[in-house]
RNA sequence: GGGAGCUUAGCUCAGCUGGUUUAGAGCAUCUGCCUUACAAGCAGAGGGUCGGGGGUUCGAACCCCUCAGCUCCCACCA
């Protein structure tokens, strides 16, 4: 008997099998003369922890890669990380504060070893976190998007873009973080639907009233703090209630400016009073119509969301405090109507969830119209395939709108946009300063130009614009930008990569936009597949969050179940796009199945290949039946990755080892007490065992790497991390359809000893009449202990217990054990379901119609169902009779 | 306001071009077992009018219409 303990403890052997990979350098890879097989990383924050989402991801992106390696490929698989530019930012921020430092007390460069500090603290601490999980990550190439090398590509790229013209700067209405203090792109901002209020705000007219003429307006508004920037009111030129309205002029309440009234389509009659207050500087449609009539536009706030000397009031408070003391300070001048309840959109910032404030500004932006078209191409003709692909739509729904991209963030961790500015105005743009200075002294004609007298861009570039880079980048930096350049070997061998797993809110910040950069400097897509998870809530179908406090602690649950047993429980149940309901109980189903199979394994490894032992029969038709069912799962495993079913594969392999292999193929050649195994019987249980572990190592690398280990002798470095996966062939259905003959006749006669109350070591006979398989007498007669089985022309014996399988009559005689009343019982019942069975089939051949317009199998088959049905129901009354 | 998708057992989901199924799986539940690999286990069992209604068809979970509910994406309505 093996010495080994009967439940899996995975922590020593999870350590023991990473440390061993990884002195082997089984995760590196070096272009070859194989096929390629690459996948990079979604680059986590440099600084972040890992949680649930990393986990799932992480570990469909190992199954994966492992997979691949063991199909010969040669798997690559980049790891690293992303300076996340605002998130860093802000965090360093904070920590500052938290010390007493302001970060405007601060010089960029202060500012910059702070950061720089923190992330050498903080950072690449989720990468080790990935190599608790197994990840085989090749970590010699592990990449960091600020990185001399990938810093050097993303300002390369930036100018290339400057330089076609694909990159422009210029004033726009742009969304603002007043948290962060910096402008967002379009989808940065998060719009969610607030409760909020519509005030209703009196503007007086200016001047004396005229006669029969009212002496105010009314304008809806969300937003009554933003009335010190109003500089217009608008109504629809149809709107006939304000025609005497033309060509007046409004006073702004509080603060009494006279504001012009404009007419223009845009307002809605029907919204609101009809009546708008267009405020520029504060709303992008107020902006518009500002740009159409000339009006003025007063910033009446702040970086930081407080207003500003241009307000006039309330100088210096918050926008939110505003609102509400302007809310009061109108209903004190008596020039608030009413308040409504009003359910509006308002956008957040995706990082800091700040409410964003529209403003405008100067700004970089990438002009992407031209830039999208190839990559939504790509997309359309299935050169990169969505999984799932209702993704599709939404990809060409966004790329064929899309908007121009903002570039420029207001922060200093990132790369420091390379534009430098003339002291008599106007910019260079150039990859260094050395670049720009020769630059400057040419568009100036003055070569005593220094750089003293350039001033660079304050402004750092949004991080999406160096991680949209990443396939290109990590293997080689010197190509994106850079169209003249000859990729590299890695490059060469590795581009593009093969899969992208990665969750669909970064289907436009990221893949997107990879898709983009690689047509413009890879000379193509940057992937072939990208498979998109879903979202990791919670039991109560929350999404995980950290305010919520629902979000397990990856590394404890490591620690608490096994890495193998957690990643089975992030696969278990899993489709690709779909969210993942998350429960601790999946990671104990997942170590329930690690120690079924440790324990399978201690079952092995306690027999001895016995010299000239005989094969028993039934033990010859298990290695049959069980070759056989490998193949055809080998087969059906191999199209659900095809299709990337994950979740389907595992599920297929996890009943294959627990109910085939342990349940029925094990059970069978199990030998008697003491007795040994025969030789034949035990090497193919190896060879299965071996395979088995092969088709699992993807999932559970842990512990199949431990007993394969264990199966055999090993070399020093050996590893079924690249053992090949088993390989496909045909299997044979026949030899499948016997042993399911088998396993019914062993189930009948387990549920008859059970309803029966027969105890398993009371031994029985089995009589049959039709076609019994010798393989399904010989499984009965190890798993069911039925001593003799044979066949008889008619059943003679009256007391027995009967069932069929197939049309095959079975008889179970029973003599003293039997009850004739309960026989009787079961019987009647089983006639009557079968009889009810039978008048449906009927009913359907009856129909003329049916046999006549159903394909031919399709009514043969019925017949044959009928033909069935009735000989059962013959048989079954004939022994009823008996019992009579 | 547009678009996409979903609704099948208590839960999470399969079910590919309509017929080989008398609708499946895993988990959970119930019953009996400490049977010498595993009680984190073994054996057995129960559980669904496939969201409602209508239609097409010889035949519908699957196709069409309609109603209801849920989810996601996009969009500048104060």
């Known amino acids: 008997m093996s010495t080994l303990a009967s439940v899996y403890s995975p922590a020593a052997i999870e350590e023991k099998w990473y440390a061993y990979w990884m002195r082997h350098g089984l995760f590196h890879s070096e272009p070859d003369e194989r096929e390629p097989y690459a996948v990079v990383i979604p680059p986590p924050n440099v600084t972040g922890v890992l949680h649930m989402g990393h986990m799932l991801n992480n570990t469909i992106q190992d199954v994966l890669v492992r997979r691949a390696r063991m199909l010969g490929k040669n798997a690559c698989w980049v790891p690293g990380t992303d300076h996340a530019s605002i998130a860093t930012e802000a965090k360093v921020v904070e920590k500052l504060a938290a010390e007493g430092v302001k970060k405007t007390d601060l010089s960029r460069e202060d500012f910059l070893r702070h950061a720089w500090e923190w992330t050498r603290r903080h950072g690449g601490i989720i990468l ?83 006669e029969g003429q009212p002496a105010y307006v009314v304008v809806a508004t969300t937003r009554p703090e933003t009335i010190f920037g109003d500089t217009a009111v608008c109504i629809n030129p149809g709107d006939e209630r304000y025609r005497w309205l033309r060509g007046k002029k409004l006073l702004v309440p509080l603060i009494n400016r006279e504001v012009p009234v404009i007419e223009d389509e845009y307002v809605d009659p029907e919204f609101g009073t009809g009546c708008l207050k267009v405020t520029p ?227 436009f910040f990221w893949v997107a936009r990879m898709i983009v950069a690689g047509y413009e400097w890879a000379g193509g897509y940057p992937f072939k597949n990208v498979y998109l998870t879903g979202i990791v809530r919670d039991k109560q179908g929350r999404k995980m969050s950290k305010s919520l406090g629902n979000s397990p602690d990856p590394v404890a649950l490591m620690e608490k179940y096994g890495a193998d047993s957690v990643r089975l429980g992030m696969l278990l149940t899993s489709p690709a796009g779909n969210d993942l309901p998350f429960d601790e109980s999946l990671c104990e189903q997942g170590r329930n199945f690690c120690n079924k199979i440790w324990n399978a394994f201690r079952l092995i490894s306690s027999w001895e290949p016995g010299d000239g032992e005989p094969q028993p029969e039934h033990a010859q038709v298990a290695v049959e039946w069980f070759g056989e069912l490998l193949r055809k799962a080998l087969q059906s495993v191999a199209d659900d990755f095809d299709k990337y079913r994950l979740s389907e594969a595992l599920m297929a392999l996890y009943k294959l080892y627990w109910d085939e292999f342990s349940g029925w193929y094990l059970e069978i050649i199990k030998p008697q007490q003491g007795r040994p195994m025969d030789a034949a019987t035990y090497k193919a249980t190896l060879r299965f065992f071996d395979a088995m572990l092969r088709l699992l190592h993807p999932f559970m690398p842990f512990i199949t790497e431990e007993l394969w280990q264990n199966l055999a002798e090993r070399k020093d470095g050996e590893s079924i991390m690249v053992a090949p996966q088993p390989s496909a062939r045909e299997h044979d259905e026949d030899v499948l359809r016997r042993f399911e003959q088998a396993k019914q006749v062993v189930s009948a006669i387990r549920s008859l000893r059970k309803d029966r109350g027969i105890p398993s070591r009371e031994p029985l006979t089995l009589l049959y009449r039709g076609e019994l398989s010798p393989a399904a007498a010989a499984v009965a007669g190890r798993l069911a202990n039925v001593q003799q089985v044979a066949a008889v022309e008619e059943n003679t014996e009256p007391m027995c217990a009967s069932f069929l399988v197939g049309t095959t009559e079975l008889y179970v005689p029973l003599g003293s054990l039997a009850n004739a009343e309960e026989e009787r019982k079961k019987l009647a019942a089983e006639v009557e379901r079968l009889t009810a069975f039978l008048g449906g089939v009927k009913a359907k051949l009856d129909n003329e119609k049916f046999v006549r317009s159903a394909p031919e199998a399709i009514v043969a088959l019925e017949r044959k169902k009928q033909r069935d049905a009735e000989a059962k129901i013959a048989a079954l009354t004939e022994q009823l009779e008996k019992l009579k």
């Open 128 to 210: 080790e976190q990935l190599k608790r999980l197994g990840a085989s990550c090749d970590w010699e190439r592990t990449s960091f998007t600020m990185d001399e090398g990938y810093s050097r590509s993303v300002i390369r790229a930036f100018v290339d873009l400057y330089r076609q013209g694909k990159i422009y700067r210029g004033v726009r209405m742009i969304n603002w973080d007043p948290q962060a203090q910096t402008a967002l792109s379009d989808e940065e901002v998060i719009y969610r639907e607030q409760q909020g209020k519509l005030y209703y705000v009196r503007y007086r007219v200016s001047g004396a009233a005229a």
């Open 281 to 507: 500087a504060h709303d992008v449609n107020d902006y518009l119509l500002g740009e159409k009539y000339g009006l003025e536009v007063i910033d009446i706030f702040n970086d930081d969301g407080t207003l500003s000397p241009k307000a006039q009031r309330y100088v210096g408070q918050d926008r939110f405090e505003v609102r509400r003391q302007v809310e009061e300070e109108l209903a004190a001048e008596g020039l608030l109507e009413k308040v409504e309840a009003y359910a509006n959109k308002v956008g957040f910032s995706e990082r800091t969830n700040a409410a964003i404030e529209p403003k405008l500004s100067m700004q970089w932006f990438v002009r992407m119209e031209e830039l999208a078209a190839p990559a939504l191409a790509a997309v359309m003709d299935d050169d990169v395939q969505l999984f799932p692909p209702k993704f599709k739509n939404t990809y060409r729904h966004w790329m064929e709108h899309i908007k121009d991209w903002c570039i420029s963030r207001q922060l200093w961790w990132g790369h420091r946009i390379p534009a430098w500015y003339l002291p008599q105005g106007g910019l260079v743009v150039a990859e260094t300063a050395e670049q720009a200075l020769a630059a400057a002294r040419e568009k100036t004609g003055n070569p005593q130009l220094a750089l003293a007298d350039l001033r660079q861009d304050e402004d750092c570039l949004d991080t999406w614009f160096s991680s949209w880079l990443w396939p290109i980048s990590v293997f080689d930096p010197d190509v994106a930008g850079h169209p003249e350049a000859d990729p590299n070997k890695d490059l060469q061998y590795y581009y593009p990569t093969t899969d992208l797993v990665t969750a669909p809110e970064i289907l």
